[in-house]
């Protein structure tokens, strides 16, 4: 450990900033499954997904090989508006909890769409207008990856329309407006517009929507449209890849001041905040150069790693998208209106799901009112306040650093806050009004979801 002065924000300089994402498949000795054609069942070629996918992005999501792919000079010039981000020593959190831990988070919401998400949507929608194509289609739960996207796009000049999962339509208009502010159109989803809408209408009247249903929709949309494609928020290889600059700048940082991760920390939706920030840790751990804890963190009403199955599934409820091994807990499964939306996903990243297969971390799930409590304690005295969806992350660096005071063990724990949490006020309001419930599904109600993933082999 370095004796230097440890300042409350490690900043990277410009020219510091990462100039490749890091691809830890190609360090990966167990490569995660092929994805699945959903009809044929055979591993998905690069012309089947290039008619879902931009190009470009079909090829990262197949390259299990090369370690480093450049970043494009106009994605950096479009990073540089708001990264390299901060990581931040959290001595006030610290003080408060009278922990001998260090504790450091890296901030990604630094930007108007006030999370990681931006650093994908930029990506996607470079490479989407590289390719000579008119817009892009997508799906978004809590509205974080709209608004990414729609702030992608307008930047570039491409056309945006986003499925809104209906409940966050309904209960998060202000998100809604900026995504239209930055041009996109938005629908509320299930939609009676496309054929999958219709029918999960149909089948479940009055459904709140699913991230699930909205992939199906955006999809479709995309693929009736030669000038469309689909562009997806979290889950995809590609996305895990963008998502590594999150990783590559915390392990900079921490190396310019020497200092040595224990347990590294994140929230877990489709996994790729967690996936980006951890890769080069993992990449360090599958080389043997270094080792630490990794901890992924889900909410108790989603649990796809502590309490899903490792098998094909689809990604979609309309089961258009190609299948992936991964845990789930199956693409039926209809979450409870937990607040932090952009964890209500039903799978997970395949990366991810391999990594914790192999035992290369662990996973824990956490209930919403203690999440919501460790929130407003990071809020209290970091001056931050965070997404719910980041707070999952919070509560479990929290409890690792009372550990520690148990133990006296000085453990480095860094944790990645993935957001900000101003267009979450009415979660925060049941929070403080003490209307906050911790739906947990049974083990039945996940079995039955389960019983329908398909049988591959
Ligand atoms: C979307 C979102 C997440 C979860 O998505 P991952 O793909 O699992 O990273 C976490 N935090 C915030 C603030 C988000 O917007």
């Not at 959290?90 to 919401?109: D, M, N, Q, R, S």
């Not at 590594?244 to 920390?265: C, F, M, N, V, W």
């Not at 209809?334 to 395949?350: I, K, T």
């Amino acid at each position: 450990m370095s004796t230097k002065n440890i300042p409350y924000k490690i900043y990277l300089e410009e020219d510091e900033m990462p100039k490749a994402w890091y691809n830890v498949r190609a360090d990966m000795v167990n490569k995660p499954a092929p994805l699945l054609n959903p009809q044929t069942l055979k591993p998905a070629t690069l012309e089947e997904l290039s008619q879902v996918f931009c190009e470009e992005l079909a090829k990262q999501e197949l390259d299990d090989t090369t370690a480093y792919i450049p970043i494009p000079q106009e994605i950096l010039d479009f990073y540089k508006m708001y990264r390299p981000a901060p990581l931040v020593r959290a001595y006030c959190l610290e003080k408060k909890l009278g922990t001998p831990a260090k504790i450091y988070y890296k901030f990604e919401g630094n930007n108007t769409s006030g999370s990681h998400k931006l650093n994908s949507a930029i990506a996607q929608a470079y490479y989407a207008k590289k390719q000579g194509l008119k817009g892009v289609t997508t799906e978004t739960g809590a509205g974080q990856w709209g608004t990414a996207l729609s702030m992608a796009c307008a930047y570039l000049d491409l056309e945006c329309k986003v499925y809104m999962v209906k409940v966050s339509y309904e209960q998060k208009p202000f998100r809604r407006e900026v995504m239209r502010t930055y041009g996109a159109s938005v629908t509320p989803s299930p939609s009676m517009e496309t054929e999958v809408g219709r029918k999960i209408n149909a089948e479940f009247p009055g459904t709140n929507g699913s991230l699930g249903c909205a992939i199906s929709e955006a999809v479709e949309a995309a693929s009736k449209d030669e000038n469309y494609r689909y562009v997806l928020g979290s889950v995809m290889n590609q996305v895990l890849l963008h998502q590594s600059i999150i990783g590559l700048e915390t392990k900079a940082a921490l190396e310019k001041y020497d200092i040595k991760p224990d347990i590294i920390i994140g929230c877990a939706g489709g996994g790729s905040n967690l996936g980006g920030l951890i890769s080069p840790f993992v990449g360090q751990k599958l080389r043997g150069e270094a080792d630490m804890r990794i901890i992924a963190v889900e909410p108790a009403s989603c649990p796809s790693l502590t309490r899903g199955s490792y098998v094909y599934d689809f990604c979609d409820t309309g089961k258009v998208c190609p299948l992936q091994k991964m845990y789930t807990l199956g693409s039926g499964f209809m979450p409870a209106s937990s607040h932090a939306g952009g964890l209500r996903y039903h799978g997970m990243s395949s990366v991810v799901s391999q990594l914790y297969h192999d035992g290369l971390m662990e996973a824990v799930s956490v209930e919403q009112t203690s999440v919501f409590a460790a929130a407003t304690e990071f809020a209290k005295v970091e001056g931050i306040l965070p997404a719910p969806e980041s707070s999952h992350a919070i509560r479990v660096a929290i409890d690792e650093a009372m550990k520690c005071k148990e133990t006296g063990e000085e453990k480095v724990i860094v944790f990645g806050l993935t957001g900000t949490g101003y267009f979450d006020m009415y979660a925060y309001q049941r929070f403080n009004d003490g209307q906050m419930g911790d739906y947990i599904p049974t083990d039945e109600e996940i079995a039955a979801s389960l019983a329908k993933t398909p049988v591959v082999e």
